[in-house]
């Protein structure tokens, strides 16, 4: 999938029906481009030439790739300027004006090429896709069309009844769109007899007139159509206050098929996917944010956002480029090919708009997930397509407290419920429950990976006293008597990646713990080792089985899961720990970093286990708390859980400087 040239970007796909990536946008390197911080950028049709004009007319072309300033036009010292276009092929500018004449120079070397002036406003200007015509707008309500290398007028006029505010051809020369400047009216004109071939009035209509008589006409503005001429989008700003989009109409009837963020946009070529740029609301004006949405169903798929505050962003095709002027008045260019990746999953949003997932787990093949969420006494557990984030399975399951994939080539979905709630449940990945040998009586915390055993808490008729066993999956036979412990039942307990071992921490005291390890097979029990840590919440084997990260309140200890020897501590970056009791742990499949979430820090931050040095923090704005942590299979991809699933690339060495808002 790649975008159109009329605007904006590409974000490039094998195919169409692939899922559409959303790559995070960090700092551009390179040199300086500047200008005022609310100039209007400009591509050339092939990507090589970046324009910006500033509100008094002054024009800088640039070289993207090398930030080089290549020219500046000062505006005329007769005659205000107010457009400037940059030709198709980057080589000339044309500026048009109300009171002077019409220019055209060579972009390059700003030397003048022809001034002549035209009858009538001579703004707004367009140029055709192929750069062979110039269309300008006249005070007598019409668009007259001019050679532009010559300035001499060229076919028939286009009566325009409401005058003309904007102009824009269809790729294939023979029709432009119009948008009326004293209506509401969208019209679309055949270039070669002049006739209208259809129209649509704004359904926002005008405002009341204001103080002194003044009325608003809210109207269509900056058309943009799809690369075979068969869609056509504007924006319309609506009523004084409310937020502005883009509608996106049948060319050919200008009838609705969507409505979508505004108020820059690009078609794919495909026509299936829009990519639109929009003022974020809800950050009180310090960002705005580019969607990636299906045209047909009118949903956005993917968003980037922009907390640093890009005041205006134009996207290209082909080359797959953004190009934005941020508050201070430097302009960026970012390549939006292979960069860290992040995608959000509003998974199991609740009565107050914000989602609730406190738990998730990939499955053998990286190919899903699965998550719960959703409202307490009425969780519900979800199934995801990890590329596309479409649910594929989901069930209501009150009660859940974790949930994992076990087996190999045939795979379960385990949930697990309170120690003295809902037992452990098996399930297809497609959401339809298996049987299960296990009494509700018995608590089963854990599944080995193979899913051949399973960590079984027997109540003893003494409260908190517990005989823990492993027993086979199928049958419910005892394989290994683990012993008796005059305590609660073990929730923080993991089996090894083989399954041959079996780690469980258990609460002796008032802050203190006891880590104990089983030979899953024989019940032999390995040297316990007594944590130093305040609330321990969190346990994981590292993918070898060699050593086993214990986690608390402050830090994660690392011990050998053989001696039971402690070979270090990672302290957390946290703020305020001492408030936080949840934490979440995760290895990466290699075993070389650990990802580490803490509830209240909303944060996911990725160590490198041989040094604790931090890898990376990913953090976005916005995100209230997290509450679990994965690895996707290959390790390409970790995986937070918390009020959305948010998916970040693994490999990101810096903290992303633009996120994703969200996909809904």
């Known amino acids: 999938m790649r975008f159109a040239l009329f605007v904006l970007l590409a974000v490039p796909v094998a195919r169409a029906a692939d899922a559409p990536k959303s790559p995070s946008l960090p700092a551009p390197a390179g040199g300086e481009m500047r200008h005022d911080r609310h100039a209007e950028l400009q591509w050339s049709a092939d990507g090589s030439v970046l324009l910006s004009v500033d509100l008094l007319g002054t024009a800088k072309v640039w070289n993207p790739d090398t930030k080089e300033l290549i020219r500046t036009h000062e505006p ?47 703004v707004p200007l367009a140029f055709a896709p192929d750069g062979s015509e110039l269309a300008v707008a006249t005070d007598a309500g019409a668009v007259r069309f001019y050679d532009p290398h010559t300035l001499k007028q060229k076919g028939k006029d286009l009566l325009v009844p409401g005058g003309v505010k904007e102009i824009a051809y269809r790729p294939d020369s023979k029709a432009v769109a119009v948008c009326e400047a004293k209506s509401s009216a969208l019209r679309v004109f055949d270039t070669k007899t002049g006739k209208a071939l259809v129209s649509v009035v704004n359904k926002a209509g005008t405002s009341p007139p204001a103080v002194g008589g003044l009325v608003v006409y809210h109207g269509y503005n900056s058309p943009v159509w799809s690369s075979d001429g068969k869609l056509l989008a504007v924006h319309t700003e609506g009523r004084i206050g409310e937020p502005g989009k883009y509608c996106v109409f049948d060319a050919a009837t200008l009838k609705e098929r969507a409505e979508l963020p505004g108020p820059a946009f690009g078609f794919s070529t495909d026509s299936k996917y829009a990519l639109c740029h929009a003022y974020r609301v809800k950050d009180k004006g310090t960002g705005h944010a580019t969607h990636l949405a299906e045209v047909e169903r009118g949903k956005v798929v993917l968003s980037f956002g922009n907390p640093a505050g890009a005041l205006k962003s134009v996207l290209h095709a082909g080359s797959a480029r953004l190009a934005r002027v941020r508050t201070e008045g430097v302009i960026e260019v970012c390549d939006l090919n292979a960069l860290p990746e992040v995608r959000t999953i509003d998974a199991h ?20 997930f699965a998550t719960f969420g959703g409202a307490s006494g009425a969780e519900r557990v979800s199934v995801w397509e990890a590329g596309t984030g479409k649910r594929a399975a989901g069930f209501g399951l009150p009660g859940v407290r974790r949930l994992a994939f076990v ?36 608590f089963v915390p854990a599944v080995s990976p193979n899913g051949a055993l399973a960590l079984v808490a027997d109540q003893k008729g003494v409260r908190d006293e517990f005989a823990l066993s492993a ?3 199928d049958t419910g036979k005892v394989r290994a008597a683990l012993g008796t412990f005059a305590t609660r039942a073990p929730e923080v307990c993991a089996f090894a990646p083989d399954g041959a071992r079996l780690a469980a921490v258990f609460e002796t005291g008032a802050n203190q713990y006891a880590l104990h390890v089983w030979d899953a097979a024989t019940g032999k029990e390995l040297p316990a080792v007594k944590p130093h840590l305040l609330w321990c919440s969190a346990l994981a ?65 990725l160590y490198e286990v041989s040094t604790g040095r931090v890898r990376a923090v990913l953090r976005e704005q916005g995100t209230a708390w997290i509450s679990a942590v994965a690895w996707s299979p290959d390790g390409t991809t970790v995986a937070a859980a918390g009020d959305a699933v948010k998916l970040w690339d693994a490999n990101a060495k810096t903290k992303p400087l633009w996120e994703l808002v969200g996909a809904k």
Do not use: C, H, M
Not at 85 to 106: C, F, K, N, Q
Not at 359 to 367: N, Y
Not at 410 to 434: H, I, N, Y
């Open 541 to 605: 084997w590292s993918p070898d089985g060699q050593v086993l990260a214990v986690g608390g309140r402050d830090r994660v200890q690392l011990y050998e899961a053989a001696t039971g020897k402690e070979l270090g501590a990672i302290r957390f970056p946290f703020q305020n720990v001492a408030q936080s009791q949840r934490l979440a742990l995760a290895w990466s499949p290699d075993g070389k970093a650990l990802a580490v979430a803490n509830a209240e820090y909303a944060a996911a931050v």
């Open 407 to 442: 087996g190999g080539t045939d795979p379960e979905l385990v949930t697990f419920g309170a120690q003295s709630g809902p037992q452990t449940r098996f399930w297809s990945p497609a959401g339809k429950e298996r049987p299960s040998p296990f009494p509700e009586a018995l």
């Open 349 to 368: 949003p609740g009565a107050n708009g914000r989602g609730s997932v406190r738990g998730l787990a990939f499955a053998p093949d990286g190919e899903s």
């Open 76 to 122: 005329p010292k007769i005659g205000s300027v107010f457009k400037v276009l940059l030709s198709p092929d980057g080589e000339t500018l044309v500026a048009g004006s109300r009171t002077g004449p019409v220019r055209v120079s060579d972009a390059k070397t700003g030397k003048e090429l022809k001034s002549v002036k035209l009858p009538g406003n001579a």
């Open 471 to 473: 027993r086979a999956r």
